[in-house]
């Protein structure tokens, strides 16, 4: 078992940054891939960005692509997520999360562990 406890959350004006921690516990995440998804009230929740287990690779959402920055410390066992010029629309709750295996999808679908969430809220 891996638990995720996100933190950093909050109200930003746009334009304005938050940086996400998630600690994990349990379990080395190394061995794992990690991302961060959100849903906004209403919404479906929906992937954000994906670090590799070697930190060789990372993906993110066109949505946030060139704004968002997605990073991992194995040693200390956290993921992080840089969020840089925030957009009103980026208002969500934003969790951590775990897939098992090297490869793969991070989908949905493929999450083994979940945090709790974060809010994230920017104010227009």
């Known amino acids: 078992q891996v638990q995720l406890v996100e933190s950093g959350g909050g109200l930003v004006q746009a334009g304005g940054s938050l940086t996400l921690n998630c600690a994990a516990s349990?379990?080395?995440?190394?061995?794992?891939?990690m991302g961060w998804f959100r849903q906004a009230p209403g919404k479906e929740r929906e992937f954000v960005a994906t670090?590799?287990?070697?930190?060789?690779?990372?993906y993110y959402a066109d949505s946030v692509k060139g704004r968002f920055t997605i990073s991992r410390d194995n040693a200390k066992n956290t993921v992080s997520l840089q969020l840089d010029s925030l957009k009103p629309e980026d208002t969500a709750v934003y969790y951590c999360?775990?897939?098992?295996?090297?490869?793969?999808?991070?989908?949905?679908?493929?999450?083994?562990?979940w945090g709790q969430g974060t809010q994230v809220t920017v104010s227009s």
């Open positions: 349990g379990r080395s995440i190394s061995g794992y891939r």
């Open positions: 670090i590799s287990w070697s930190d060789s690779s990372r």
């Open positions: 999360a775990a897939a098992g295996g090297i490869f793969g999808a991070f989908d949905l679908k493929s999450i083994s562990f």
